[in-house]
């Protein structure tokens, strides 16, 4: 099982990226993704969560109407499009695969819910 995370970059506030998680050994109808961030000093957080096998997807409070999750099942590939950008979403943002069981992704936000994990991309926006 490999998660490969990409995109990140330097950005202006109020500008947009789009990250990318290429995924291989598993498949969507088995394994939701999360998205996740930390920034220095600071907890790792919850960002966003998809699953293809019920189609449910979960924003934190601080990104809801800025991101976008997405899944491409063709490309093995989950998105995280994110807009309107803002010097808080500095971080290094994670993706991490969750088997998919019947809780739904209740817990989708806890990074312990996760099996596995890629590396991290940096996001650095600028004001």
């Known amino acids: 099982v490999q998660l490969q995370a990409s995109g990140g970059g330097l950005v202006q506030a109020g500008g947009s990226l789009r990250l990318s998680c290429a995924v291989s050994?598993?498949?969507?109808?088995?394994?939701?993704i999360g998205w996740f961030r930390q920034a220095p000093g600071k907890e790792r957080e919850g960002v966003s969560y998809?699953?293809?096998?019920?189609?449910?997807?979960y924003y934190a409070n601080s990104v809801k109407g800025r991101f976008t999750i997405s899944i491409d099942n063709a490309k093995n590939t989950v998105y995280l499009q994110m807009n309107s950008l803002k010097t808080e979403d500095t971080s290094v943002y994670y993706c991490?695969?969750?088997?998919?069981?019947?809780?739904?992704?209740?817990?989708?936000?806890?990074?312990?819910?996760?099996?596995?994990w890629g590396q991290g991309t940096e996001v650095t926006v600028s004001s």
């Open positions: 998809i699953s293809s096998s019920d189609g449910s997807t």
């Open positions: 991490a695969a969750t088997y998919v069981d019947s809780l739904h992704g209740k817990y989708w936000y806890n990074q312990h819910e996760y099996e596995y």
């Open positions: 050994g598993f498949t969507f109808d088995d394994y939701a």
